[in-house]
């Protein structure tokens, strides 16, 4: 097993991140019904739901953490990772995958 970080963007169009922490737990839920992305993983923390959606851009995926690309055949629908970082306007977080 691999530690990999990967970055969670869009939360200022649900909730913010203001509240969130460093070692909060999230889970990631492949979206299959997206219709702009094949590929879109949304990020869920319990008991709210969707705060967010893992990068999938060159834009907005930071530094050398894995895009939502990058990480969707690593999982079958649902995974589990940890906060790293609160960012200005992102989220780094890391997941555990096989590799």
């Not at 050398?64 to 306007?89: C, H, P």
Request: aromatic share 12%; with cysteine; glycine share 10%.
């Amino acid at each position: 097993m691999k530690k990999v970080y990967f970055t969670v963007t869009g939360t200022r169009h649900y909730y913010g991140q203001s509240f969130i922490e460093a070692g909060m737990t999230v889970s990631l839920v492949k979206d299959k019904e997206n219709e702009h992305d094949r590929e879109a993983i949304q990020v869920e923390l319990p008991g709210l739901g969707k705060i967010g959606y893992v990068a999938n851009s060159p834009y907005t995926v930071r530094g050398e953490s894995y895009s939502a690309g990058r990480l969707y055949d690593k999982f079958k629908k649902k995974a589990q990772g940890t906060v790293r970082y609160v960012l200005d306007d992102a989220l780094l977080c890391t997941i555990w995958i096989k590799g």
